[in-house]
């Protein structure tokens, strides 16, 4: 298993179109706390790049969200990803 596969079965059973949640509550659902990293815009981009090592995409990406970091606030809002 992967470490944020546990987001992404999070995220896949949720009905909203757009929902924030806290870095604690990110922390509580995959079970490790976050990396510091994640106070940076850039570790909750949501562009796919094959040559990126950022993992914590795919699951967001996977359950059908984009995610944006809310700044100075320890929190991500997760909005789902219009469909092309």
Not at 8 to 32: H, N, T
Not at 41 to 61: C, E, F, I, M, S
Request: glycine share 6%.
């Amino acid at each position: 298993m992967a470490k944020y596969d546990p987001l992404c079965r999070y995220l896949r059973r949720q009905r909203a179109a757009e929902f924030e949640l806290s870095f604690a509550d990110v922390e509580r659902v995959i079970g490790v706390m976050l990396p510091g990293s994640a106070a940076r815009p850039q570790w909750w981009a949501n562009v796919a790049d094959p040559d990126t090592t950022h993992v914590q995409r795919k699951a967001w990406g996977d359950a059908g969200y984009e995610a944006f970091l809310i700044a100075g606030k320890d929190r991500v809002r997760f909005k789902r990803a219009q469909q092309p």
